[in-house]
């Protein structure tokens, strides 16, 4: 039974009733006055658009890794279009600067909450991983031609484990390595949660830093290349887009959804077909574009003018295991498919989308039957902290309207402020 708790927070004068409802212990807030024009990480556009995001990750990996690969077919069923399909990564970096500002933003110079970030941001990226890791590494270990031969390494071991290059670049888990980028930002994200001035300062840095690769790749020694890569501006974009969110009502969201659509479908094109730009502009443009997208589909939801699919929220929800299990699943259900051809003749467009929906349908029974378990069973440990906000990336399902309620969040807000619980 979840219960209501109220609690008098120091936002704008207001009071806040909070929820805590379901898996996770995620916490939906609402508030008497326009609290819609805070940034919250529980918007179903969000989930919809990281499903969308380890969806494009899946398709390049399954273009490129496997069909793209002399050891399977090197015969790729859709041409070059689907190469632009990395960019999912560009979209989850703007997605999690999102979701971190709004998660933490009042955690900013309180130094006091400094425990409590780093064991949310522990507890919801390497328990999950680390299961899959420690499953792997025994047989990459055992049986090298299933990797790359880096799980006989104890460095890369060392550095997989703690998701912190220290003994070299490489990692275990393809994957992983934007992992790497993640653990970067909450590090720098941290310094700004105990010294709001210092960590700006540092963040400033940083970002500035990643821009000047951007231009400038070859100043940078390759060893902190990851620290420095342009791939970190886009935590920023995405900081910059929650702010956004959190400060106005932008106009126009369906002008600037589409805007930030056309901007990243042109930076794929140019990708697949062009040889203009390097990697650095290129990851600076999907940012634009994913910000864009991202800005203008919460401000639609936040109105009331669009309604996501649950089937897409549940992917969303289920995103990272997708995103950590795909390649390890594309790799053995490519090596069955190599087993099959040679008794049926099977058209190879239907084998890349077999392998697809094989390697989405794997990540989310992992997130069914692993991620999920260990999340719910890892929220019963006491927060370290006692405010408990809303998880970034956590299972969390918005509060719906009544059905004939006005399509004003404001007012919508002002209705359900105070209303009982009745699960």
């Known amino acids: 039974m979840s219960h209501i708790r109220k609690n008098a927070w120091p936002f704008n004068g207001e009071r806040r009733d909070v929820k805590h409802v379901g898996f996770a212990q995620a916490t939906i807030e609402h508030t008497k006055v326009d609290l819609d024009h805070q940034p919250r990480t529980n918007y179903a556009t969000l989930q919809a658009l990281r499903a969308f995001a380890a969806g494009l990750v899946v398709f390049y990996h399954t273009n490129q890794a496997i069909f793209g690969n002399p050891k399977y077919w090197l015969d790729r069923p859709f041409g070059d279009f689907l190469q632009f399909g990395r960019a999912g990564v560009e979209f989850f970096f703007v997605l999690s600067g999102f979701i971190i500002y709004a998660a933490h933003r009042r955690d900013i110079g309180r130094s006091g909450q400094l425990a409590g970030f780093a064991w949310k941001r ?14 792997v590494v025994p047989i990459y270990f055992t049986v090298p031609s299933f990797g790359d ?3 006989q390494d104890a460095g890369t071991v060392v550095d997989s484990v703690l998701l912190i290059h220290i003994f070299g670049t490489r990692e275990i888990l393809t994957v992983s390595w934007t992992l790497f980028h993640e653990i970067a930002f909450y590090g720098v994200f941290a310094l700004l949660i105990v010294n709001r001035l210092f960590g700006g300062l540092v963040m400033g840095a940083w970002l500035v830093s990643s821009a000047v690769w951007a231009v400038m790749p070859s100043i940078i020694p390759p ?5 420095l890569s342009p791939l970190n501006l886009l935590f920023g974009m995405g900081m910059g887009a929650a702010w956004v969110i959190g400060r106005m009502r932008p106009p126009l969201p369906w002008a600037l959804t589409c805007a930030g659509t056309v901007l990243f479908l042109g930076a794929g094109a140019e990708e697949a077909w062009g040889d203009l730009l390097a990697r650095g502009p290129l990851a600076i443009l999907y940012g634009i574009g994913s910000s864009l997208i991202v800005v203008g589909a919460v401000e639609l939801e936040r109105a009331g003018k669009v309604r996501v699919p649950r089937a897409l929220v549940f992917l969303g929800n289920a995103s990272y295991s997708v995103y950590l299990v795909h390649f390890v699943a594309l790799s053995m259900l490519a090596k069955a498919a190599v087993w099959a051809v040679g008794y049926v003749a099977i058209p190879h467009a ?4 077999f392998l697809v929906a094989g390697s989405v349908t794997a990540g989310v029974v992992y997130h069914v039957l692993v991620e999920i378990p260990l999340l719910r069973a890892m929220a019963r440990i006491k927060p370290l902290t006692g405010r408990k906000p809303v998880e970034a990336g956590d299972n969390v399902r918005r509060v719906r309207a009544p059905r004939r ?3 004003f969040p404001v007012a919508r807000a002002r209705r359900h402020a105070g209303t009982e619980d009745r699960q």
């Not at 507890?123 to 420690?134: A, D, G, N, Q, T």
């Not at 060893?223 to 620290?227: E, P, S």
């Not at 239907?350 to 989308?353: D, E, H, M, P, Q």
């Open 350 to 353: 239907l084998i890349f989308l």
């Open 223 to 227: 060893g902190i290349a990851t620290y």
């Open 149 to 151: 031969g880096t799980a």
């Open 122 to 135: 522990f507890r919801r990226v390497y328990p999950v991983y680390w299961l899959l890791l420690f499953a």
């Open 405 to 407: 309620a006005t399509a």
